[in-house]
């Protein structure tokens, strides 16, 4: 159920897109919407997925016998001399006519085919692992590609609301110049704070429009398409605490999908073992061989047999060589259980450290600084506070708000990345 009615929600979206391509409106999607998107549109993913099938359709050919061999010799198109006649073969021609007929087929020993059957189902299970791999990685570089476009657009609106507030103040300034109630100086003053806020803001842009391509490449979306998130950067509400280490390390070192790929390269290494040893018994060749003419018996019919002696080869050096690969196999994967003990420590450490500068920060802290502003706003229209000390708390108010938004972000990250070193989401 679940499933259709995200399929469902996709061909939606994917139909409003097309109609806001068309138009050249801007795309509104949450951050839900984009990810349901990014698991049906994203090539790096379509790709696996035909990887997968790849390996599948390597299965039925794995399962599939060697074809026979048949042959025809021996024919002759003339007459010799001194020849016994044969009975007709058909029509009036054939009394004259040799021909030999070979027939083979080989037969595995030792269990072969049914090994690299096994090998096969492996490499398919390595091919989905791979699958997940990616689209675990995937994910972390597009939430953090999210929370990073949430921020740029957020940060946008601040340097946007300062223009703002500037151009009404020159505006009123403009005509105090004209009536010669205040210098040149001041409104030149007001005048290059504006210009810096459309600065910082083109800089924003510049950063945003970069963040959105990457984006669209995560979505499969065309470049002229503008999208804008709807979801403000807030702080993730986890409930995350040391104590579920161990918990972490031991869920992380038995279920990551990197994991899983060491423990199913080991396995297939052991079945590599397993066919390099079968391969030392030689196979078995069948044959059934029909003569007519060339020999004692007018018709011949005789079965025949045929196997290399493996005096000399024993394949030794591969049986070798694949040993050696289960004992790296193993190593790797050895390496990989401490990698992740690691990975989990430092990535919820960064993260107790975010949450700890965010925790320091009033709840309403954000609040108070945006009624500020507005104080400053009348009370500088009013002139009951100078053009310095505006401008001086407007320049701090971007400064927090954008420590705010930073903040913000980095406590996803942090939260995103514990989550791809233990994972699976908190």
């Known amino acids: ?201 083109v800089d924003l842009s510049k950063d945003l429009e970069e963040a959105m391509k990457e984006l669209k490449n995560f979505i499969n979306i065309g470049a002229n398409t503008p999208i804008y998130i709807t979801n403000n950067l807030e702080a993730p509400i986890k409930m995350i605490s040391e104590l579920q280490i161990e918990d972490w390390i031991i869920h992380a070192q038995e279920n990551r999908p990197d994991v899983l790929l060491n423990e199913n390269l080991i396995n297939q290494a052991k079945k590599q073992v397993e066919i390099e040893k079968a391969e030392r018994t030689p196979n078995l060749t069948v044959a059934v061989d029909y003569d007519r003419a060339g020999n004692i018996m007018r018709n011949f019919v005789g079965l025949g047999l045929s196997f290399d002696l493996p005096l000399f080869d024993r394949n030794k050096g591969n049986i070798k060589e694949a040993k050696l690969g289960v004992q790296i196999a193993e190593l790797e994967a050895k390496n990989k259980q401490n990698e992740i003990a690691n990975d989990i420590i430092e990535a919820l450490r960064n993260y107790m450290q975010a949450k700890d500068l965010y925790d320091q920060i009033d709840a309403d802290y954000e609040t108070q600084l945006d009624h500020l502003l507005d104080a400053y706003v009348k009370n500088f229209q009013k002139k009951n506070v100078s053009m310095i000390e505006y401008l001086d708390f407007v320049e701090a108010y971007v400064e927090n708000k954008n420590i705010l938004l930073e903040t913000k972000k980095e406590l996803n990250e942090q939260v995103e990345n514990l989550q791809f070193a233990i994972g699976k989401d908190i």
């Open 1 to 201: 159920m679940f499933k259709r009615i995200l399929t469902l929600s996709i061909l939606v979206f994917s139909t409003c897109m097309l109609q806001a391509q068309e138009k050249g409106q801007t795309i509104k999607l949450s951050k839900q919407e984009i990810e349901g998107i990014f698991l049906e549109q994203n090539l790096d993913l379509l790709a696996k997925r035909l990887e997968i099938s790849q390996a599948e359709a390597q299965l039925i050919q794995a399962r599939l016998w060697p074809n026979p061999t048949f042959e025809i010799s021996e024919i002759n198109l003339w007459r010799t001399t001194d020849i016994e006649e044969q009975p007709l073969i058909f029509g009036n021609w054939g009394t004259s006519q040799q021909i030999s007929l070979h027939l083979e087929q080989e037969i595995e020993t030792a269990g072969k085919r049914r090994k690299r059957i096994d090998l096969q189902k492996l490499t398919i299970a390595e091919r989905q692992t791979d699958f997940e791999i990616v689209l675990r990685e995937s994910k972390l570089a597009l939430r953090n590609t999210l929370t990073n476009i949430q921020m740029l657009q957020q940060q946008q609106e601040i340097y946007q609301k300062q223009i703002d507030n500037t151009q009404r103040l020159l505006a009123g300034y403009k005509n105090q110049l004209n009536q010669g109630n205040i210098s040149q100086s001041e409104y030149i003053r007001l005048k290059a704070a504006q210009l810096q806020f459309k600065k910082e803001l």
